[in-house]
């Protein structure tokens, strides 16, 4: 058995499921004052390059989520994860789970997104998760995270944790950014944007036994 850890964001889907859900379930009025009190950190992530992608994730859940009421939140995160989040995955990267799961393999999901929406996909479809998780308190999201955001190195830090690698034959890792080098370090066999892959057609897909290893 091997095992397959892939990135969420713009790896498994085709856009950033962070943001996108935040726009859907953030109220307008916060989205709106809450833009203006991040603009200086999105510059500096987006042009400066200064601000790292956790500082932004940290602040952009703080701003936006602060006081929310949790379970209703929840329950709008549920649906979002069942009728729009779909939408987002790219079929490469559904195939390529769906190989994993054929030969047995151990599949998980290591995200800086949130538990929220990423746990109920997860769990339809047949995948194990680490991801970032927010806090709560009274029945109201705290804007902070419970542990770290999973982003980065962090990534590596929960993957030990929780995985011990000399169990595997061999570590796959698909990632598209920066932040997943660490995770792309610990693997034999790492996909990078999906450089090299296309989704197969049905007729492709009966005519081969799955993917060659990389």
Request: with cysteine.
């Amino acid at each position: 058995m091997d095992l397959a850890l892939f990135d969420f964001d713009h790896t498994i889907t085709d856009r950033d499921s962070f943001s996108a859900f935040l726009k859907a379930h953030v109220p307008a009025r916060r989205r709106c004052w809450g833009g203006l009190l991040v603009a200086p950190l999105l510059l500096g992530y987006y042009r400066l390059h200064l601000v790292s992608g956790t500082t932004l994730r940290r602040a952009v859940a703080r701003v936006g989520l602060k006081g929310l009421p949790r379970e209703a939140l929840a329950a709008a995160a549920l649906a979002w994860s069942r009728d729009v989040l779909p939408g987002f995955v790219r079929p490469v990267a559904l195939e390529r789970i769906r190989w994993h799961q054929a030969r047995g393999d151990t599949v998980v999901v290591v995200s800086a997104s949130l538990d929220l929406y990423l746990r109920d996909w997860c769990r339809r479809e047949g995948l194990e998760l680490l991801c970032s998780q927010l806090g709560h308190r009274d029945g109201r999201l705290t804007g902070y995270y419970r542990g770290v955001d999973c982003g980065g190195a962090h990534k590596v830090r929960r993957i030990l944790k929780r995985y011990r690698l000399t169990d595997y034959r061999a570590i796959h890792a698909y990632g598209d950014s920066e932040e997943d080098e660490a995770m792309l370090s610990l693997a034999d066999h790492r996909v990078y944007r999906w450089q090299g892959f296309e989704a197969a057609s049905p007729a492709a897909r009966t005519a081969r036994n799955g993917f060659s290893s990389r």
